[in-house]
């Protein structure tokens, strides 16, 4: 875990909103040498911070973790896996149920032979 990465992070997030170290010290009734701390990396935010700074900035926790934005490259990357794994799924529970089709089936011609003996 990088804090100075996480701390440039946290200040281009904030950048974004448009808003200064007080303004945000304010909203989070925090002091701005510790939104200041925050963005230098000397100090991290507690897991609750964290999770409300997450939700203020509408990232996932991961994000803020990791200093970076997850990128809109990999979300389409994931859904293109997804897909795949789903498709792949769904082409598996065609040939089971095929397959014990035929088994059904073959069952049935079985006893049916049987008792027609």
């Known amino acids: 875990m990088n804090q100075q990465k996480i701390g440039e992070f946290l200040k281009h997030l904030r950048n974004d909103k448009g808003l200064t170290q007080e303004q945000l010290a304010e909203h989070f009734y925090v002091s701005s ?24 900035y509408d990232v996932e926790i991961h994000e803020i973790i990791d200093g970076e934005r997850k990128s809109e490259n990999m979300d389409n ?5 997804i897909k795949k794994v789903a498709e792949y799924s769904n082409k598996l529970l065609i040939k089971k149920i095929v397959k014990g089709a035929i088994e059904g089936i073959l069952v049935f011609i079985v006893v049916y032979l049987i008792l027609n003996i």
């Open 33 to 56: 040498r510790t939104v200041s701390r925050w963005e230098t990396g000397r100090n991290m935010p507690d897991v609750e911070m964290l999770i409300e700074l997450a939700d203020f």
């Open 77 to 81: 990357e994931n859904k293109d896996t």
